[in-house]
């Protein structure tokens, strides 16, 4: 017997596996034993043996798609989400401005005009004319900048808008300071050697942001994510608090395309089970709540033309997947419409090797034949887990029939198509629980229920967000499920998710969380 062995014990446990052992036999971070309280006891003498609080055990939540570093990094900038209304914002915005040296970007995040109102070039101005200044969305496919920030980037008439990008108009016909997709994303992530305009704040404080926000995931269960959209300066977020013993989850990352060099993908470092980079990111379409994407049929598009936007060219797709694939590694599109899922396939599917691994991000609008093309390519899907919930009835005026097939986890999962967990985070809420309420109910929050025929169960939905997930990252061999062999990632919930009531699943709270059978959260 180790002296570290522990025996953790109390609530129902529900591996995942379909199995439920009455207790999990801990040591070094992995699972070495399953089943009865008195087999374990008796298997590893004089262990630890410690009662799980709570209702009910699964395996730790797994975020297999969002954007983690991006909530830190706005908390370092000027961060949008503490102030009150628009009037605050603005201030806040001069504050940073005055602290700036003249002619260097000023960053605020996350605009969500809901709560603070519009926000044009005209309003930016006021906050300085002789620093660019830049407010970003929460969705992050959009921006705004004010006059100097539009002189910064070179934009002088909407003919300068790059190619999968647009920029806003006044009814003057003037650049009102509004940047859509590649108008901001390419100068925002411009590629290897190029300089940004994205400050960050100092590395300390950088860290500390990080930190408060995977506690806060914590909070909510999450044991694992995948950070969807990571540059060199996220990179060096994460190594930082690896090295500093402040990464308390386990990180997989996702490289953005232009710092993705096929030729030298970077490897595993000192601790892959904590940290390491799971595949190159790619964005082919524009956004579902937002009315971007790219899509086969005609609908009230936000971009001003009847089917959305397609962010790269043909040609620039294609030749970035296969150079990814050719060199070994996984791919992972963002594609929303059912037209950029369809020009995913064509691509994945004119590959010359086998290409199980590759995703595709958020997939969200799918017929049945899409769905059979996914299973035959083994292609794994990130649908978005709250969205429906979060956004229904956005969802119903922008797509009307279809949205009997957004975030369709149902259809998928009968096909054999792994279907993973992803809040998107922040541009929604990270809880799981929420996501899970709304894959079992498909309720809006005016209790509209969308797409009926997608409904799984509760059970269903935590094998989403835990093995699903890990299969999202090429993991499931050593975690998602609590079984010997995986790590002993977990979550304690205070309610047996399988008897409450589906419409009271967001209600259910979080008692701890366990990453390696260390407790990372302990309800107050």
């Given at each position: 017997?180790?002296?570290?062995?522990?025996?953790?014990?109390?609530?129902?446990?529900?591996?995942g596996?379909g199995?439920?052992?009455?207790?999990?036999?801990?040591?070094?971070?992995?699972?070495?034993?399953?089943?009865?309280?008195r087999?374990?006891?008796?298997?590893?003498?004089?262990?630890?043996?410690?009662?799980?609080?709570?209702?009910?055990?699964?395996?730790?939540?797994?975020?297999?798609?969002?954007?983690p570093?991006?909530?830190?990094?706005?908390?370092?900038?000027v961060?949008?989400?503490?102030?009150?209304?628009?009037d605050?914002a603005?201030?806040?915005l001069?504050?940073?401005?005055?602290?700036?040296?003249?002619?260097?970007?000023?960053?605020?995040?996350?605009?969500?005009?809901?709560?603070?109102?519009?926000v044009?070039?005209?309003?930016?101005?006021q906050?300085?004319?002789?620093h660019?200044?830049?407010?970003?969305?929460?969705?992050?496919?959009?921006?705004?900048?004010?006059?100097?920030?539009?002189?910064?980037?070179?934009?002088?008439?909407?003919a300068?808008?790059?190619?999968?990008?647009?920029?806003?108009?006044?009814?003057?016909?003037?650049?009102?300071?509004?940047?859509?997709?590649?108008?901001?994303?390419?100068?925002?992530?411009?590629?290897?050697?190029?300089?940004?305009?994205t400050?960050?704040?100092?590395?300390?404080?950088?860290?500390?942001?990080?930190?408060?926000?995977?506690?806060?995931?914590?909070?909510?269960?999450?044991t694992?994510?995948?950070?969807?959209l990571?540059t060199?300066?996220?990179?060096?977020?994460?190594?930082?608090?690896?090295?500093?013993?402040?990464?308390?989850?386990?990180?997989?990352?996702?490289?953005?395309?232009?710092?993705?060099d096929?030729?030298?993908?970077?490897s595993d470092g000192?601790?892959?089970?904590?940290?390491?980079?799971?595949?190159?990111?790619?964005?082919?379409?524009?956004?579902?709540?937002?009315?971007?994407c790219?899509?086969?049929?005609?609908?009230?598009?936000?971009?001003?033309?009847?089917?959305?936007?397609?962010?790269?060219?043909?040609?620039?797709?294609?030749?970035?997947?296969?150079?990814i694939?050719?060199?070994?590694?996984?791919?992972?599109?963002?594609?929303?419409?059912?037209?950029?899922?369809?020009?995913?396939?064509?691509?994945?599917?004119?590959?010359?090797?086998?290409?199980?691994?590759?995703?595709?991000?958020?997939?969200?609008?799918?017929?049945?034949?899409l769905?059979?093309?996914?299973a035959?390519?083994?292609?794994?899907?990130?649908?978005?887990?709250?969205?429906?919930?979060?956004?229904?009835?956005?969802?119903?005026?922008?797509?009307?029939?279809?949205?009997?097939?957004?975030?369709?986890?149902?259809?998928l999962?009968?096909?054999?198509?792994?279907?993973?967990?992803?809040s998107?985070?922040?541009?929604?809420?990270?809880?799981?629980?929420?996501?899970?309420?709304?894959?079992?109910?498909?309720?809006?929050?005016?209790?509209?229920?969308?797409?009926?025929?997608?409904?799984?169960?509760?059970?269903?939905?935590v094998?989403?967000?835990?093995?699903?997930?890990?299969?999202?990252?090429?993991?499931?061999a050593?975690?998602?499920?609590?079984?010997?062999?995986?790590?002993?990632?977990l979550?304690?919930l205070?309610?047996?998710?399988?008897t409450?009531?589906?419409?009271?699943?967001?209600?259910?709270?979080?008692?701890?969380?366990?990453?390696?059978?260390?407790?990372?959260?302990?309800?107050?």
């Amino acid at each position: 017997m180790t002296p570290h062995t522990r025996i953790l014990t109390g609530p129902r446990i529900v591996a995942g596996d379909g199995t439920e052992p009455e207790a999990l036999a801990v040591r070094a971070g992995w699972i070495v034993g399953t089943g009865t309280r008195r087999a374990l006891r008796s298997e590893f003498p004089g262990a630890e043996e410690i009662g799980l609080d709570g209702a009910l055990a699964v395996p730790g939540f797994n975020d297999a798609h969002c954007h983690p570093s991006q909530a830190a990094l706005a908390r370092v900038r000027v961060d949008l989400d503490t102030v009150a209304d628009l009037d605050q914002a603005l201030q806040a915005l001069r504050r940073r401005a005055a602290h700036t040296p003249t002619g260097q970007w000023v960053v605020g995040q996350p605009l969500d005009e809901r709560r603070l109102g519009t926000v044009d070039r005209d309003l930016l101005d006021q906050v300085s004319r002789s620093h660019p200044v830049l407010v970003v969305h929460y969705s992050l496919h959009r921006a705004v900048v004010n006059s100097a920030g539009l002189a910064a980037l070179g934009y002088r008439d909407v003919a300068d808008a790059p190619h999968g990008g647009q920029l806003g108009v006044s009814a003057d016909g003037r650049l009102n300071g509004h940047l859509v997709e590649r108008a901001w994303l390419d100068p925002w992530l411009p590629g290897t050697g190029t300089p940004s305009i994205t400050p960050a704040g100092p590395p300390a404080a950088r860290r500390a942001a990080l930190k408060e926000v995977i506690d806060e995931l914590h909070a909510y269960g999450i044991t694992s994510f995948c950070d969807a959209l990571v540059t060199p300066t996220e990179q060096r977020l994460y190594a930082d608090a690896l090295a500093a013993g402040e990464l308390t989850a386990r990180v997989g990352m996702l490289l953005w395309h232009t710092y993705a060099d096929p030729a030298a993908l970077p490897s595993d470092g000192p601790a892959p089970h904590r940290l390491r980079t799971v595949g190159v990111k790619m964005m082919l379409d524009g956004a579902l709540s937002g009315g971007t994407c790219l899509c086969r049929s005609a609908y009230p598009s936000a971009t001003g033309n009847e089917n959305g936007l397609q962010i790269l060219t043909d040609d620039e797709f294609a030749t970035t997947v296969r150079a990814i694939d050719a060199a070994g590694g996984r791919v992972a599109v963002h594609a929303n419409g059912d037209q950029a899922i369809h020009q995913v396939l064509d691509v994945f599917e004119s590959l010359p090797r086998r290409h199980a691994g590759h995703r595709i991000e958020h997939c969200s609008l799918v017929d049945d034949g899409l769905v059979a093309r996914l299973a035959r390519a083994q292609v794994i899907t990130v649908p978005f887990g709250p969205f429906v919930s979060l956004h229904g009835e956005t969802l119903i005026r922008f797509y009307g029939e279809r949205v009997g097939h957004v975030c369709a986890h149902r259809s998928l999962r009968d096909a054999g198509v792994v279907a993973a967990g992803s809040s998107d985070y922040p541009l929604a809420p990270p809880d799981p629980l929420l996501a899970i309420r709304s894959l079992v109910t498909r309720a809006t929050a005016h209790g509209t229920v969308v797409g009926a025929r997608q409904r799984i169960t509760a059970l269903d939905a935590v094998d989403v967000y835990t093995r699903a997930s890990a299969a999202a990252t090429g993991e499931q061999a050593i975690k998602g499920t609590l079984t010997v062999g995986r790590l002993a990632d977990l979550t304690v919930l205070d309610t047996d998710i399988t008897t409450v009531d589906p419409d009271q699943l967001a209600e259910v709270r979080v008692c701890s969380t366990w990453v390696g059978g260390e407790c990372v959260y302990d309800k107050p």
